[in-house]
């Protein structure tokens, strides 16, 4: 079964920092989407990768694939308030439309 | 823009009792999933459903729980008799079922079950 790790669990930084979050796999990825979920909402889709070295833009957020299709990683600058929010990892099990989901990264951003 | 609807967003119930969440996929969507997320934990897979039947299932999905899709739009979960430890938010999700690896899955604002 795979299964998808997330590092750091929490973090906590005072608005303008820059921070990374990290997703490994011990298997490959077909595919990988990040979300973002907030108190008591479902899972909101931020962004896609499916190509091995594949980096993405969203504002300030740079997601970035793997060369390998086994890890990825979200990059936000200049962090705000607005930002705050648990960030998910997911991919879907190989050969179904099964979403295994990560360990998730608690992010808070102070003011 | 389309999305999905879980009613209804909060559903306390006592234990052992019976309890149907609904969900509304979006409409040109084919295949239709619930999840689980325990308060602090990640979120589960419980069941997907396709073509009016279910094409995968966990082993949290055990015989108290049951989907169906009654009618052309609703997509439902049950649970028969309900545990203590099912308290949890729930959520359904559905995707058009291409075979796209960009394929996206679109999830619902959840329900919120708080069994006593």
């Known amino acids: 079964t795979q299964l998808l790790e997330q590092s750091p669990q929490f973090l906590s930084i005072q608005e303008g920092e820059n921070l990374t979050v990290y997703c490994n796999s011990s298997?490959?990825?077909?595919?990988l989407q990040w979300y973002r979920q907030e108190p008591g909402e479902g899972p909101v889709l931020l962004v896609t990768v499916v190509t091995g070295g594949e980096v993405k833009k969203l504002k300030r957020l740079t997601f970035q694939f793997g060369d390998a299709r086994k890890d990825s990683s979200l990059h936000i600058t200049a962090a705000q308030p607005g930002d705050t929010g648990l960030y998910l990892c997911?991919?879907?099990?190989?050969?179904?439309?099964?979403?295994?989901f990560g360990t998730g990264t608690r992010l808070k951003v102070l003011a | 823009e389309p999305e999905v609807t879980q009613t209804p967003s909060h559903q306390v119930t006592q234990m052992g009792q019976e309890v149907i969440l609904r969900c509304v996929p979006i409409s040109n969507h084919l295949y239709f999933y619930w999840y689980r997320q325990i308060l602090g934990q990640k979120v589960e897979f419980l069941v997907s459903f396709y073509n009016n039947e279910i094409s995968e299932k966990s082993e949290i999905f055990d015989d108290q729980f049951s989907v169906e899709r009654p009618d052309g739009s609703n997509f439902t979960l049950k649970i028969r008799s309900t545990k203590l430890e099912d308290s949890a938010m729930y959520f359904c999700a559905s995707n058009r079922g291409t075979i796209s690896r960009r394929e996206t899955q679109y999830f619902g604002p959840g329900t919120r079950l708080l069994v006593l």
């Open positions: 298997s490959v990825f077909s595919s």
């Open positions: 997911a991919s879907l099990s190989s050969g179904t439309y099964k979403y295994i």
